[in-house]
């Protein structure tokens, strides 16, 4: 059975650059469907868990630069 707890936030490989975004939203809707998530609705709840959990702060940084065109290095980042 693998545990879903992690040590860190975000996993050591999650670089976001510029590059990491989807071509257009009808890509970035079709990715939020295959995943079963909304990633910007995701992102608007980590402000109320950097109340009680501070060093979610800078992983809620990284990911509102994309919130309107995640990929799957997103989603993968997301879940963990």
Known sequence: MKSKFHSTIL?????????DC???EETAKTLQEE???????CVGALPYLSYTRPDITDTLVK????????????MEALLH
């Open 22 to 24: 989807s071509e257009d």
């Open 35 to 41: 995943y079963g998530i909304d990633f910007a609705s």
């Open 63 to 74: 990911f509102s630069k994309y919130t309107r065109c995640p990929v799957v290095v997103h």
């Open 11 to 19: 996993p050591a490989e999650f670089v976001p650059s510029v590059e």
